[in-house]
């Protein structure tokens, strides 16, 4: 066929909404097969390129899951310690929104398929965008209302990017060598299109108040909004203090911290001891402690100075995977890797800051700052960091929040895996017949074999921490390796 259209449609109802129950959904794509074109039959390109179909598709997807099964019909709580003739008190503690709709997402996609050589090597590509309408958000209320925050259609969310896929097949010998090769890749980007208005610049809910490094038309010291949620920004990004690097001695801590203060652990340069020296709380900086970069020069190290140092998603995904065969033997192999995404080292991080002073150290210790060991980019060891100097953790809990922690436990998570590893062998049909079977193998696979990465965790694949959120590896279980033996017979 030369030319291809289909066109779905869907009407859907649910129970989870009220003056909106029902959505309309519909999906329309195209296709041209050009190689059906006579011209393209009668032209020398086609000896070489045997496929070559382009393609368009655009459709809606409706989607209720932010939204709870009696959500729509009010909530109500009880009044503690309590009661209302003899009886518990109950009060509405929702705020009902019967005009919730389906949030939509609008996906379009434009594609070709292309093959050479017979199609021995082939390739799919495609880019999609798809912007998610009526978005289902909550928007905070103010206190004097008697609600926190209601549901709402109010926000718009776009994804995009490109996907590939890629197929050959090398070899195909007569005599039984075969050898195929298939890879993909996907990278995706995200952006805010639209969020409830709140009274804040681009409608920003949550984040982070930073320096930007230059100064106001009036001489103040600019700032900017970062990570949280706003028109424009992305999801996913991650906040810390940026670790310049550790004071080697003390003319490294007169040469860039003579004059400084840090608000955030209470310490002070040589320069400011007269002011500071004896003062309650507060303490010196020395060798051997963290220089953190100071974005606006001001000679303060507070909130102001902390930036993005990376983002929980990764930009770039995809596989491969290959099988050798041989007669009635064969190997298969299968790949995967992500590319962009940082994870923070929790446990690194809790181990070397020894924040409850119990904790199983890591053999990094040996390579902390000392007299005998300057040049390195840990901190001294000091026993609760978080309640000394706080060169790891900069809270005074210890807690794992994604802006109180330094840059240096932020780590690239890019990995390479190999999923699985077959080898196995049919065995010759003349032998199996005498025994009734049709079809017999024997294999051995492995599972999860290994990593190759420059993370130093327990794994590197994106991580999601029940407490904490994305981003956070405070010691998770590693993928198992496993190794399967097999037997398949067919009668």
């Known amino acids: 066929m030369k030319y291809l259209i289909s066109f779905v449609a869907r009407y859907d109802?649910?129970?989870?909404?009220?003056?909106?129950r029902w959505g309309f959904f519909p999906g329309v794509s195209i296709g041209w097969n050009v190689m059906e074109e006579n011209f393209w039959k009668d032209s020398k390109i086609s000896e070489v390129v045997s496929n070559l179909k382009p393609r368009l598709s655009y459709g809606v997807n409706g989607n209720v899951n932010g939204i709870g099964n009696y959500e729509v019909?009010?909530?109500?709580?009880?009044?503690?310690?309590k009661s209302y003739g003899g009886s518990a008190a109950f009060y509405n503690s929702g705020l009902v929104n019967t005009g919730l709709r389906w949030e939509q997402s609008q996906s379009f996609e434009a594609g070709l398929d292309i093959g050479f050589l017979n199609n021995r090597l082939g390739f799919i590509l495609d880019y999609y965008n798809r912007t998610t309408k009526d978005l289902l958000t909550k928007q905070a209320l103010p206190g004097y209302t008697g609600f926190g925050e209601v549901m709402t259609n109010m926000g718009s969310l776009r994804n995009y990017g490109f996907e590939i896929e890629a197929r050959a097949s090398i070899l195909t010998n007569p005599k039984g060598l075969t050898w195929d090769v298939t890879a993909n890749l996907s990278s995706v980007a995200n952006k805010i299109v639209k969020?409830?208005?709140?009274?804040?610049?681009?409608?920003?809910v949550g984040g982070y108040e930073v320096a930007t490094g230059g100064k106001n038309p009036d001489g103040t010291y600019a700032t900017k909004w970062i990570a949280g949620r706003q028109e424009g920004g992305k999801l996913g990004e991650l906040v810390a203090y940026k670790q310049n690097?550790?004071?080697?001695?003390?003319d490294d801590v007169k040469q860039h911290a003579n004059n400084r203060i840090d608000e955030v652990a209470n310490l002070?340069?040589?320069g400011m001891a007269d002011k500071y020296a004896g003062k309650e709380?507060?303490?010196?900086?020395?060798?051997?402690?963290?220089?953190?970069?100071?974005?606006?020069?001001?000679g303060i190290i507070n909130g102001y100075d902390r930036q993005v140092v990376g983002n929980i998603f990764p930009k770039v995904t995809g596989g491969f995977s290959t099988t050798l065969g041989y007669k009635g033997i064969s190997m298969y192999a299968r790949f995967d890797y992500a590319l962009g995404h940082t994870i923070y080292n929790d446990l690194a991080a809790r181990s070397l800051g020894q924040y409850q002073g119990s904790f199983n150290i890591i053999d990094d210790v040996r390579n902390m700052w000392s007299e005998s060991n300057t040049t390195t980019d840990l901190p001294a060891f000091y026993y609760a960091d978080q309640l000394s100097k706080k060169n790891i953790t900069r809270s005074n809990n210890g807690s794992t929040a994604v802006d109180n922690n330094s840059s240096r436990f932020y780590e690239k998570g890019d990995y390479l895996a190999l999923r699985e590893l077959t080898l196995s062998y049919n065995l010759p049909k003349t032998i199996i017949s005498k025994a009734g079977m049709t079809d017999a193998s024997v294999y051995v696979t492995g599972q999860n074999l290994f990593y190759i990465t420059g993370y130093k965790g327990t794994s590197p694949e994106p991580a999601v921490d029940s407490t904490y959120g994305r981003g956070i590896d405070n010691g998770r279980y590693p993928t198992p390796r496993t190794v399967l033996f097999g037997l398949s017979v067919t009668f």
């Open 268 to 270: 002070y340069g040589p």
């Open 281 to 298: 709380g507060w303490k010196a900086i020395e060798p051997g402690d963290v220089c953190w970069e100071d974005i606006n020069g001001d």
């Open 195 to 204: 969020l409830p208005f709140n009274g804040n610049e681009n409608n920003r």
């Open 13 to 20: 109802g649910i129970s989870k909404l009220k003056d909106n």
């Open 73 to 81: 019909y009010g909530s109500y709580s009880q009044v503690d310690s």
């Open 245 to 250: 690097h550790i004071f080697k001695d003390w």
